[in-house]
Each structure stands twice: as C-alpha cells, then as structure tokens.
C-alpha cells in the first residue's frame, strides 16, 4: 500500500534552517510528481511547493521562494524540503503528497515550530 512517512521536524529559533524528508513506498515513486503542502494553526491547508516527476522542475508558493528548495532522491524514494531563513509564519505541521492529478495519498505530517 502507498505510505508516505515524513521526518525532519522541530523547534528552530527565527533564522534558522531545517530539512524536511518524506519517506515513499508502495509505489513507482520516480514516476510521481511530489508536492509540499502545511496547515498553520487553526487555517486552512496551504500549498508549498511541487517537483515533476523526474525532479527536473521545482514550484513555490510566493511565501517561501527563494527559502525553501524542493527535492528528490529516487533512488531511495524520498522527497526533501530544504527550508532556510524560516519565519514565526512558516510554523505549521508540514505534509508531503502524491500528485495523480490531484494529491491523492498524504503523509501524518511534520511540526515545524519557528520561535525564539
């Protein structure tokens, strides 16, 4: 069955950086566009970021670019979010999904908590 597992998460001061990691399995992980994707205390879920199939192109949501950088590793089946110069507003649990059209499979996701 597919699983998505993400890791990384925690406490970061303002300024600080983490790496977020999703681990895949039960399916052709390299033949899946991957997305990022957060829900900020009491809002609405919110869309990071995306990379294609083939890892080739990565997309942002306006908030994070130039922070943030997407990636992948299929050879292990794993998506990465490399997320530097966090703010208090990147606080949210963080959460990797499928894309098969629409993201159709979710991980549990990550804390990401940003305070000094």
């Known amino acids: 069955q597919v699983q998505l597992v993400e890791s990384g998460g925690g406490l970061v001061q303002p300024g600080g950086s983490l790496r977020l990691s999703c681990a895949a399995s039960g399916f052709t992980f390299s033949g899946y566009d991957m997305s990022w994707v957060r829900q900020a205390p009491g809002k609405g879920l919110e869309w990071v970021s995306d990379?294609?199939?083939?890892?080739?192109?990565?997309y942002y949501a306006e908030s994070v670019k130039g922070r943030f950088t997407i990636s992948r590793d299929d050879a292990s089946n794993t998506l990465y979010l490399q997320m530097n110069s966090l703010k208090p507003e990147d606080t949210a649990v963080y959460y990797c999904?499928?894309?098969?059209?629409?993201?159709?499979?979710w991980g549990q996701g990550t804390q990401v908590t940003v305070s000094s």
């Open positions: 990379i294609n199939a083939g890892g080739i192109k990565g």
């Open positions: 999904a499928r894309h098969n059209g629409a993201p159709d499979y």
